[in-house]
């Protein structure tokens, strides 16, 4: 019965990636001509390497599940109605982002946010979105965005932080309650599953956008104890040693070197001793050069000033020179979770 049960899974979760892969990538094809003409298109060897790690991704989520790292349901979490709802406006929205595009409209964000309160790297429209992280209705939009962008498989890629995170509570004898920080929480989409993997973990979850925050607390608002919190990355406002796990999701990209070596220092500094780092967020150049043509197209396609340098500056240096020790890097279609621990 257990292999019945896994070969419908296993259909039931084919039927819906292929649901959401087709159409993000018809959008995905109509945008790019919309915006420069037919691009040349990448050859077959570098389809079938980007194929492949897509095709990794998808095993390794189903395993997961079948291995007890996280539950069933959240194969089948993707809100599809609520997605269905945003995604005219999604539309509605892009002739405005290929006018920002062309014209390098990177400066055009809301008065009413008061950008002056934010580092200047943040006081920018990233992937040319209206307002940028400024505003409820760029917030609102976020989610099926990124979905878009990634074919479906952006929540996929998220919840591959939680293994490591169930392998160390599982052997860790720290006393409750357990504390896990999500660093650049967004949306809250991350702390979601982690949630539902893990319901005794108390949660908190730390961005620079206030308004983001407020669609994670209504996303959250099933789960009774996560504290939210709108602040600077670079100086959190928590004690030293306050959380077992820290984690964070696609943040690292979007910071210039300086500020990234910053944020790492002050993850291990709220991290307890024995405490565990969990970093997902592109690929790079280091462990991810057959699909270099794929990552190279984002600084072209989207606002990203930053990410040519992130490409070229392995995680795993500045993670072990904030003082932690990295434990495993794991590939995860375009992107990576890298898995760290402050000594004890």
Known sequence: MASLASGVTSLAYGAQQLGMLVPATLTQRAVRLLERGDAPAPGKERLRALHGRLRELFERDLANVEAGLYPRKLLFSVPVSAYARSLPHLLAELPRVVRRRRAEGWRELPDAADPDRYPPYFRRTFHWQTDGYLSRRSAKLYDVGVEFLFAGTADVMRRQVIPPITRHLSASAAPAPRRLLDVACGTGRTLAQIGAAHPDLKLYGLDLSPFY??????????????????????AMPFADGLFDVVTSVYLFHELPRNARRRVLREMARVLKPGGLLVIEDSAQYAEASEIAFFLDRFPEDFHEPFYRDYLKDDLRLPIEQAGLVVTDVVPTFVAKVVVAQKPA
């Open 213 to 234: 925050l407020q669609e994670a607390r209504a996303a959250l608002e099933a789960i009774p104890d996560v504290s939210l919190v709108a602040e600077n990355a670079e």
